[in-house]
T-cell receptor, first 112, second 114 residues
Framework: GNSVTQMEGPVTLSEEAFLTINCTYTATGYPSLFWYVQYPGEGLQLLLK???ADDKGSNKGFEATYRKETTSFHLEKGSVQVSDSAVYFC???????????WGAGTKLIIKP | KAGVTQTPRYLIKTRGQQVTLSCSPI?????VSWYQQTPGQGLQFLFE???????NKGNFPGRFSGRQFSNSRSEMNVSTLELGDSALYLC?????????????FGPGTRLTVT
């Protein structure tokens, strides 16, 4: 079945550091891939998406490229801020089944 | 445009009771999905409704049920509550259409079962 694997957290970085959160997936077809972010005490916000191979999703300085050959969708940001502290979820959706399959989430802590 | 709204935001119930949670999707969105989020199991899909019909269901016991009304608002019900049902329940809506996989989430209802 379909699945998503994310690197375990927490990930702790200093402000202005480079961020990578790894995400790999298993899918039988050609899924759409998403990164969602959850700030403390809040619901989930769509951060970025990619719907086909080699697509690059980007938003708020975050980027992720859909790599079919490595079945990956790693999240990157060149310079993180304290306000980026949150939990980040990688997810996929495929075919006529619109449910999202989620990774376990990666907690990101940015220290000033 | 208003986002997805969920009521109530917080709820405390006792084991054995039942609970009903409500979700109002973004205007024009006809699909509503429900997810359960717990520290142990993470995010898990409960069910999806589209045009008042359940289209998809996750692996949860029959105590979990839902429905959707003609205005696309949705409710989920949990009967005979157990301690393990304590969780954040998230509702998400999306536009219908074959490419509309992205979902928009509400703030969630935090259910505590004592």
């Amino acid at each position: 079945g379909n699945s998503v694997t994310q690197m375990e957290g927490p990930v702790t970085l200093s402000e202005e550091a480079f961020l990578t959160i790894n995400c790999t997936y298993t899918a039988t077809g050609y899924p759409s891939l998403f990164w969602y972010v959850q700030y403390p005490g809040e619901g989930l916000q769509l951060l970025l998406k990619a719907t086909k191979a080699d697509d690059k999703g980007s938003n708020k300085g975050f980027e992720a490229t859909y790599r079919k050959e490595t079945t990956s969708f790693h999240l990157e940001k060149g310079s993180v801020q304290v306000s980026d502290s949150a939990v980040y979820f990688c997810a996929l959706s495929e075919g006529s089944n619109y449910q999202l399959i989620w990774g376990a989430g990666t907690k990101l802590i940015i220290k000033p | 445009k208003a986002g997805v709204t969920q009521t109530p935001r917080y709820l405390i119930k006792t084991r054995g009771q039942q609970v009903t949670l409500s979700c109002s999707p973004i205007s024009g969105h006809r699909s509503v999905s429900w997810y359960q989020q717990t520290p142990g199991q993470g995010l898990q899909f409960l069910f999806e409704y589209f045009s008042e019909t359940q289209r998809n269901k996750g692996n949860f016991p029959g105590r979990f049920s839902g429905r959707q009304f003609s205005n696309s608002r949705s409710e989920m019900n949990v009967s005979t509550l157990e301690l393990g049902d304590s969780a954040l329940y998230l509702c998400a809506s999306r536009l219908p259409g074959s490419l509309s996989y992205e979902q928009y989430f509400g703030p969630g209802t935090r259910l505590t079962v004592t």
